[in-house]
């Protein structure tokens, strides 16, 4: 379902100059035989970013996803970027989320960074539904102008590859312009407040359920703490495996 999509973010990310780094194999690709599912991840060290992590997840009709975590370097203070996208096959259920996740929720802060995601916005309203959520806090780590839709095929086929190119591009503007300004937060908060988003992820991301069901707790506790989130455990994969 989400495959061009994949396909186009790798694209993107071997264009800025990302080199893949090798997992080991019970992170690279990990099947739950009995419910005909696939995960599959990948690492990428990219120029300017610390971290940046996707996955696909394939249990063909039953569910979908993408999802994707850039971390840009401690010395630039501006937001992550999340994608969330995840398909209900029988019940032709979308949720898709799209963000540049703030580090802090400053007017200052949005002033700097999200001129771009906020026009963005306004070109793709079918993807912005106002959806309520209902494990995350909205306002920590979420911007106001995220894209956060849950809808059926049509946003599927219509807007929706449309606004994940838009949003990438978007993505590597801020990031090229950014990477060249002076940081205002410093180094040390911004590792702080990149630890914390991968602790408060780690205790509220929805993900951990679904996981456990297709491919039982041991390795999704793994797969959480040290490929998801790895700095919400001293698991910490090194960065170099
Ligand atoms: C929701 N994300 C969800 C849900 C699941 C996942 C099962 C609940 C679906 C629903 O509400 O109907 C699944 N999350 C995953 C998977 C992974 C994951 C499979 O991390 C990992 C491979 N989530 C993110 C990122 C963002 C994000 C980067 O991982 C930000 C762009 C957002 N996901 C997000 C939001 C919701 C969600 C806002 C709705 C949750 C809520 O209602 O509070």
């Not at 929805?206 to 999704?220: D, E, I, N, V």
Request: proline share 7%; glycine share 6%; charged share 25%.
């Amino acid at each position: 379902m989400f495959d061009p999509l994949l396909q186009e973010l790798h694209e993107s990310i071997k264009l800025k100059g990302g080199k893949p780094i090798t997992l080991p194999s019970y992170f690279r690709e990990h099947s739950s035989v009995r419910l005909s599912a696939c995960i599959r991840s990948w690492l990428w060290e990219v120029p300017g970013f610390r971290r940046w992590r996707v996955t696909r997840l394939d249990a063909g009709n039953n569910l979908q996803v993408l999802n994707s975590v850039a971390y840009p370097e401690y010395s630039n203070d501006h937001p992550l970027m999340g994608i969330d996208l995840l398909w209900f096959g029988v019940r032709s259920k979308l949720v898709a989320v799209l963000d540049f996740q703030p580090l802090i929720q400053d007017e200052a802060y949005f002033q700097r960074h999200f001129q771009g995601l906020k026009s963005l916005r306004n070109s793709f309203p079918e993807l912005c539904n106002s959806e309520a959520m209902r494990s995350f806090d909205p306002h920590q780590y979420f911007s106001p102008w995220l894209f956060f839709c849950r809808g059926g095929l049509e946003e599927v086929n219509g807007p929706l590859p449309l606004a994940f190119k838009a949003f990438l591009q978007g993505y590597w503007d801020l990031h090229e312009i950014e990477s060249q300004k002076p940081s205002k937060i410093s180094f040390e908060e911004v590792r702080q407040l990149q630890t914390h988003y991968d602790i408060y992820s780690s205790e509220r991301d929805p993900a951990h359920g679904l996981f456990t069901s297709y491919f039982g707790k041991r390795w999704s506790d793994r797969f959480l703490k040290e490929f998801l989130f790895p700095a919400s455990s001293a698991e910490e994969l090194p960065p170099n495996i």
